[in-house]
């Protein structure tokens, strides 16, 4: 899963990328693995800055200085398989044809295809595994198909068509082409979020803004704004006149809406609104739904007599956990305090890690754990790793029984849409009932969310139906016979490139917000710096 950001401003004497930083600044839990930022000004020349890191550390004020024009496309990543190394990061660049430039959220999962045709029908040379690479050149040979010195509206949107015809999976997008304009689709499932919005200005003129989040729009004043639809795609001119405003054209006929539901239940900002619908109110429903259904388990649903304190795994389950406790009528305690100043682990030749990594950022509270049954709440268990060392905090911090419940329904399949969880047979759930899940984690119970409460937590918006492939191994989709196993492979190879350099890496975490790393500093690649000449 991965942040992305576009912005064009009508005064083209304004640089944009301060908007864009603060922009990254509100989408920086959708990415915290590298961050980057191309700006497109006068003559059509584009400036570029990306790095590994976070945004505050790749985007320094020197940087930033260099990065001049009145559009340009920012995007924040989170690590995929295919994705980690640093030459990797995004937005990506091809000069041929007219100089574009993309920054993607999603997951192809035709990349093998693909690859074979970028390579033998139209020779364009793919340096990295990433499927974002691949988009970006898929576009770039449409748009050269026309061989002409320069494209309109109706070439773009035409290349798009011919684009998301070759190309399935998930994939939210802004693209610029120098000096023409900025554009944004969205795959036509709608799997991932895409939202464009305009500011007016005092002088009445028009700014646009395009985000992956709807946090974005409205802290920076985007006031008006909307969801792209499916197959849907807008492209904003740089310099746009009268009769040049935005246009927007169903490039593809829309296939089944189906948001990812993980962006409900873990990625998103509580307080963005997506497709519709209230990240914050989902989460409070999934703690309702959850309530009656322990109601239910304990016989003559005599809960209390059974669970004396919900305590939450911080940070997302915490809306859910507290709509838990209020419905279960049990009271609601924050046993375990967040350490928010984690940075990485230094360790030292010889020596053993000592703390595991949950431990450095949670500490348990003997006072609302000692002689009580208490039921714990998170957002979702994925290996299990976490949720097992959390159980045994609990327990040696005095707890009697502990109950483990998760929003999500268990995770049994590979998330192949750009949330990448784990490989299939390190997810707890894999071919394991719930008893043998809750043996696996230490506790005395574990409670599921059942999957058609978690979807009916999250309608209200047009969605039809959700991307729910983690849990039932059906992909919206569809993939190819071998996509899993390929990207297996990429995550192994991906693994012992990290092993290589331990250490170095950064840990496990409960949730990506808690991430930090400052690689930023070490490994940071600027193009056309002092190239700029103002005028
Ligand atoms: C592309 O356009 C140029 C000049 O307009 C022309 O000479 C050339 O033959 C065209 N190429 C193709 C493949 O159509
Ligand atoms: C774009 O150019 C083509 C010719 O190459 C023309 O047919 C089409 O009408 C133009 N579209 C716009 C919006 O100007
Ligand atoms: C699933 O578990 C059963 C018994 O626990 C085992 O016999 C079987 O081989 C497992 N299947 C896979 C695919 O690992």
Excluded at 154 to 172: N, P, W
Excluded at 328 to 339: A, H, S, T
């Amino acid at each position: 899963m991965c942040g992305i950001l576009g912005c064009v401003l009508a005064n083209q004497s304004c640089n944009v990328a301060p908007e864009l930083f603060e922009g990254a600044m509100f989408l920086q839990h959708r990415g915290q693995d590298a961050a980057g930022i191309v700006t497109c000004g006068q003559r059509g020349r584009l400036y570029q800055c990306k790095g590994n890191g976070m945004a505050r550390d790749v985007f320094t004020q020197a940087r930033m200085n260099n990065l001049v024009g009145n559009m340009g496309i920012t995007h924040l990543r989170y690590p995929t398989a295919g994705s980690s190394a640093g030459s990797e990061a995004q937005p990506f660049y091809v000069n041929s044809p007219y100089g574009i430039s993309m920054s993607h959220n999603g997951n192809l999962v035709n990349s093998a295809d693909l690859r074979k045709y970028l390579d033998e029908t139209v020779h364009r040379h793919i340096n990295t595994d990433s499927d974002s690479e691949l988009l970006l050149n898929i576009f770039a040979a449409e748009l050269d198909k026309f061989n002409k010195s320069r494209v309109n509206n109706t070439d773009v949107f035409s290349a798009l068509r011919e684009t998301m015809t070759q190309i399935r999976g998930a994939y939210a997008v802004v693209a610029m082409i120098a000096g023409y304009g900025l554009i944004g689709f969205r795959d036509p499932n709608g799997i991932r979020p895409l939202l464009f919005g305009e500011r007016e200005n005092a002088d009445g003129t028009i700014d646009y803004l395009i985000a992956s989040e709807s946090v974005v729009l409205k802290a920076q004043g985007y006031n008006k704004f909307r969801d792209i639809a499916p197959g849907e795609a807008v492209i904003i001119r740089k310099e746009y006149t009268a009769g040049q405003e935005p246009e927007f054209k169903q490039v593809v006929e829309p296939k089944i809406f189906t948001p990812d539901i993980f962006e409900y239940v873990y990625f998103a900002r509580p307080d963005s609104v997506m497709d519709g619908v209230s990240v914050y109110r989902s989460r409070i429903e999934m703690g309702n739904k959850l309530a009656t259904k322990i109601r239910k388990y304990f016989p003559n649903n005599d809960v209390l007599g059974e669970i004396d304190v919900v305590i939450p795994v911080p940070d997302t389950a915490r809306t859910s956990a507290l709509q838990c406790a209020v419905s279960l009528n049990v009271p609601y305690r924050e046993g375990f305090v967040k350490n928010r100043y984690i940075g990485r682990t230094f360790i030292m030749p010889n020596q053993a890690e000592r703390r595991s990594s949950v431990r450095r950022k949670l500490n348990a509270m003997e006072s609302e754990f000692k002689g009580r049954n208490v039921l714990l709440v998170d957002d979702s268990i994925v290996r299990g790793t976490t949720s097992k060392e959390i159980v045994i905090m609990a327990r040696e911090a005095g707890a009697k029984k502990v109950f483990f419940a998760s929003c999500a329904p268990p995770i049994r399949y590979n998330h192949i849409y750009g949330i990448d969880l784990a490989d299939t047979k390190a997810l707890v759930g894999f071919n394991r009932t719930e008893k043998e899940i809750a043996e696996t984690i230490g506790a005395d119970e574990v409670f599921y969310q059942d999957l058609g409460d978690l979807e009916e937590c999250c309608r209200g918006g047009p969605a039809e139906k959700f991307e729910v492939g983690v849990f039932t191994g059906e992909y919206v989709t569809g993939i190819e016979d071998n996509y899993i196993q390929e990207l297996e492979k990429i995550r192994a190879q991906n693994q012992r490139i990290k092993d290589a350099n331990k250490g170095l890496s950064v840990d496990s975490c409960i949730d990506a917000s808690d991430m930090v790393d400052v690689k930023a500093e070490v490994d940071i690649s600027i193009y056309n710096t002092g190239d700029y000449v103002a005028n």
